[in-house]
């Protein structure tokens, strides 16, 4: 078991060394840069979604304007002699309501005109902004690579060591379990227990638990899964 807790330990410096890349600026940087990215396709999507929507609008316009197009050439073409009174208020009424269509049908296209400028204008910032972002991403990138080979030898030597160490593990079932758990992200792997406590999630155990836990000498934490020792010395490994 002492072999298996060294190897632990340098497998922890191992995490921490790892975590240092993961946690150094520009790693934080690449992240925000890669939400940012997410971000402005799914913007340039909306956008796009709303030109098409303008387009058809647009379509839909045109085909209004050819049918009133149509009508106005009927009013035009009726015979103003052969009118009579009746029909006089239904001619108006036919033109009153062909120019009412018109105004109104020319303040869409209006409306629509001004919504594809600011989908233009949009379109446009947001294209700016990611071409910035996309510079500052190969600084960025560069940044972590540096950060990934200033601690590549560190992990490089710590793994030597562990393989060195593995040759001495009396107890392989119990290091084919730390293998196992720690591929999980189960880690540490063993722990000691801590009053009444587990020495990792720091969950308070049941007294039950803990008996067992005398006789068997160790015991997976129900809580976080990491292998809760009674003793380093009482585990024979
Ligand atoms: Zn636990």
Do not use: W
């Not at 190897?7 to 993961?22: M, T």
């Not at 050439?73 to 009746?86: A, D």
């Not at 500052?136 to 793994?159: D, G, T, W, Y």
């Not at 406590?197 to 160790?218: A, D, Q, S």
Request: hydrophobic share 30%.
């Amino acid at each position: 078991m002492k072999t298996i807790l060294e190897i632990q330990k340098l497998d922890y410096k191992i995490k921490n060394l790892e975590r240092e890349v993961e946690n150094c600026p520009a790693s934080v940087d690449f992240k925000n840069y890669k939400k940012l990215l997410q971000e402005g396709r799914s913007r340039f999507e909306q956008l796009e979604a709303q030109a098409n929507e303008i387009i058809n609008n647009y379509n839909a316009a045109l085909n209004r304007f050819e049918k009133y197009k149509g009508n106005s050439e009927i009013v035009k073409k009726r015979n103003v002699e052969n009118i009579n009174l009746e029909n006089v208020s239904t001619l108006i009424s036919d033109a009153n309501s062909l120019v009412g269509d018109l105004s109104e049908e020319n303040r869409r296209v209006e409306d629509l005109v001004r919504k594809a400028e600011e989908v233009v204008r949009k379109s446009s910032n947001l294209s700016n902004k990611l071409t910035e972002i996309k510079k500052r991403s190969f600084v960025i990138k560069n940044n972590i690579e540096q950060k990934k080979q200033e601690v590549a030898p560190k992990i490089k030597e710590l793994e030597n060591q562990i393989k060195t160490l593995e040759k001495e593990v009396k107890n392989k079932p119990l290091y084919e379990k730390y293998k196992e758990l720690k591929a999980k992200n189960i880690f540490p792997v063993y722990v000691s227990l801590d009053g009444n406590y587990c020495g990792r999630c720091k969950v308070e155990l049941p007294l039950n638990f803990i008996e067992t836990l005398k006789t068997k000498k160790m015991l997976p934490c129900e809580h976080c899964g990491s292998i809760i020792m009674i003793s380093e010395k009482d585990v024979i490994g």
